[in-house]
């Protein structure tokens, strides 16, 4: 076997399949103006032999401890006999401890973490004060790690100085990195997936390793253990400053990070099945007043120079709609229209996913968009009105989905991640207050429920009122070139269908009216915030 432990014909079968699927989704007959569909997506099949050849070849590197461990091929053994569990039994014994459920995850977990010297060092007395950045190649954990069935994903960050040998850089923060490992990947149409460069360096650890810049972030790409796994870092490829990190400044540190990768943990489960896409049910009955412009139908002029947006009929997930009550309407924020009847607080619903922003998002014309939706609540009825009371700072948004929030305290941004038998999706929620949700704790780790209240619909860009009082909503699926950016806009529109029971109805493209940019718009076709993604500050 290879070192990835998968045949020559296996792999060729694979690619072949791929092949087959990619031009089925690209010359796939047009879906119904009144359908929606589901996302197909492939299960990879985890090689946990090949796994466990490679830690045992990293345990045995140890020779205090390898005797430790017991390779068996049964899962459990009697536990009155510490010697005799099996190696990952053990290993997720010590994982644990740094790595909350990592025995969760459906495929080996690689991570900068040398067990093996952890447990040596242990043996031979180290004192419990010692850094565990000391096992981690100076890689320090950051807190946030999600494991499940279908897969894992974990940050770490690199600070300022750490490392030998490492060249100095102009950025002064520390430095965030991001891996991936996933038995599911979702199947999108994606013409620039799939490209990149070797790294010869790492030839001989990684054969299949594709490095390449995409949507923000520096990737390194590769397969192990018939697994796929993305490495990257959030990073702009232009020259380096103190608050900037330059894309050829991330590389020494993601290949450093690629060196210390070992196996960590995991744990051998059934085996994933490819996920069908399938047409969604939508309610009967008709909404009397629910209608909305089709998908990539943006706002003339508005894309990035120009440019179209991005039909999309697939609803990536079943969700919760995000606000808590209806009515809701998804407009654009930078962009807004004189008729009155199309306004942001209108129906027909806008989308507004590849309107022009400096944001990298690749299925959008000219490689850059939005990342998301815009979503208003609707206005508060005059107090003549014989309504409940109303007050517009405080509409509820809520959690899509039963999820693991992904947030630092001073992230303006709440993602939550869903790891599943058959899904690996991420959603993103912004310009809610970060002291409010620090207040909440809405922070990294912790476990919501679909339809809990999270927060409030607010203006905060950088400060309050940075931005008009909306909800930016958007969603990442994990593909083999990592997390990529897909329109919500179809996946909204179905959620908000089941919100109010009623389906709604798709209107043509008859577009009357000359846009006009609202305040925070720069008059520029291409609006260039600080861009710092992952923390959520960019304007939407």
């Known amino acids: 076997m290879p070192p990835g432990g998968e045949t020559v014909v296996g792999k060729s079968f694979r690619f072949v399949s791929h092949l087959l699927a990619s031009l089925a989704l690209l010359t796939a007959t047009p879906v119904a103006a009144d359908e929606i569909r589901s996302p197909s997506l492939t299960a990879l099949r985890v090689d946990w032999r090949a796994a466990l050849d490679q830690l045992r070849s990293e345990i045995n590197s140890r020779p205090q401890i390898a005797g430790d461990f017991i390779f068996v091929p049964r899962r459990f053994v009697p536990r009155f006999d510490p010697r005799g569990m099996p190696a990952l039994v053990q290993l997720n014994a010590v994982s644990s401890q740094f790595f909350t459920g990592i025995a969760r995850s459906s495929v080996p977990v690689l991570l900068p973490f040398d067990a093996a010297a952890y447990l040596e060092a ?141 196996v960590a943990g995991g ?15 939508r309610p009967a009955a008709r909404s009397a007043d629910f209608g909305y412009r089709p998908s990539g139908d943006i706002i003339p002029n508005t894309g990035y120079r120009k440019q179209a947006g991005h039909p999309d009929a697939m609803a990536y997930a079943q969700i919760r709609f995000p606000l808590e009550k209806a009515p809701a309407f998804v407009h654009s924020q930078s962009y807004a229209k004189r008729d009155k009847d199309d306004g942001p607080t209108a129906y027909p619903w806008r989308d507004n996913f590849c309107e022009s922003r400096s944001f990298e998002v690749w299925q959008c014309g000219g490689g850059f968009g939005h990342q998301g939706e815009d979503i208003r609540a609707a206005d508060c009825p005059s107090p003549g009105d014989a309504r409940e009371p109303c007050d517009p700072k405080q509409r509820g948004v809520v959690a899509v989905r039963d999820a693991m929030v992904i947030r630092g305290s001073k992230d303006q941004a709440a993602t939550l991640e869903v790891n599943s038998r058959t899904e690996h999706i991420r959603f993103r929620y912004m310009h809610m207050n970060p002291q409010a949700l620090n207040a909440d704790g809405v922070l990294n780790g912790r476990i919501v429920t679909e339809g809990e209240k999270i927060g409030v619909i607010s203006n905060y860009l950088d400060h309050p009122a940075g931005t008009s009082m909306h909800l930016h909503f958007d969603v990442q699926v994990f593909t083999r070139d990592g997390w990529i950016w897909v329109s919500p806009y179809v996946t909204l529109v179905s959620a908000y269908e089941r919100l109010i029971r009623a389906r709604g109805r798709e209107i043509g493209t008859e577009i009357t009216g000359t846009p006009q940019p609202v305040a925070h718009a720069l008059p520029d076709d291409v609006i260039k915030p600080d861009l710092r993604e992952g923390s959520g500050s960019e304007e939407n």
């Open 267 to 281: 744990q051998r489960m059934r085996p994933l099945m490819d996920v069908a896409s399938n047409v969604m049910d």
């Open 122 to 262: 242990q043996r031979n007395g180290a004192p419990a004060t010692t850094a565990l950045s000391r096992y981690q190649a100076d890689f320090n954990p950051v807190d946030m790690f999600d494991a499940g069935p279908a897969g894992y994903s974990a940050t770490f960050s690199f600070e300022p100085g750490a490392g030998d040998g490492m060249p100095p850089r102009v950025f002064t923060r520390p430095v965030e990195i991001q891996i991936t490992g996933s038995a599911l990947v979702y199947d999108i149409a994606d013409p620039a997936g799939g490209k990149g460069e070797p790294v010869k360096p790492l030839a001989s650890i990684y054969p299949d390793l594709r490095k390449f810049i995409r949507e923000g972030y520096v990737r390194y790409a590769f397969t192990r253990f018939g697994v796929a796994y993305v490495v990257s870092i959030q990073c702009l490829d232009s020259v380096a400053k103190p608050r900037r990190l330059a894309c050829k400044e991330a590389y020494p540190v993601a290949e450093r990070f690629l060196k210390a990768l070992r």
